[in-house]
């Protein structure tokens, strides 16, 4: 079992490593190009595959197929200021609309407390500026 370990880690190193390379954009490959990695690979065993993620593989890690973004392309709402600049509106017209609905349900109350004691506060907003 154990003369059978190095060679079964050696063949899985090289699948693996032989699949990431074919599952990577040719545009995101370091060092060499892809050709040239895959000889590397299948031809030295151990050195080829350590070679290949350590210096050729892309740097982001990402093989998913996912476009990378345009430059001057926010990379998240946070970085957007169109979008924080729409959240500040939201945001203020929210507060806004409470304040409005406060202010109303204050007046209510006065108003209902002026009706109680018979005196008070004439219409509301008349005697406040």
């Given amino acids: 079992m154990l003369r059978v370990l190095p060679v079964l880690i050696a063949l899985v190193l090289l699948v693996y490593c032989l699949v990431d390379l074919a599952q990577s954009r040719s545009d995101r ?22 070679g290949w993620l350590t210096l050729g593989r892309p740097i982001e890690g990402s093989t998913s197929g996912r476009p990378a973004p345009r430059p001057g392309q926010p990379l998240a709402p946070d970085d957007d200021p169109e979008f924080l600049a729409r959240l500040a509106r939201m945001r203020q017209q929210s507060e806004d609309d409470r304040l409005r609905q406060w202010q109303a349900d204050l007046e209510r109350r006065e108003r209902e407390l002026g009706g109680d004691e018979g005196e008070g506060p004439g219409p509301a907003g008349s005697s406040h500026a």
């Fill in 29 to 50: 490959v370091r060092a060499l190009p892809r050709w040239a990695w895959a000889l590397v690979i299948t031809f030295l065993p151990y050195a080829g595959p350590v």
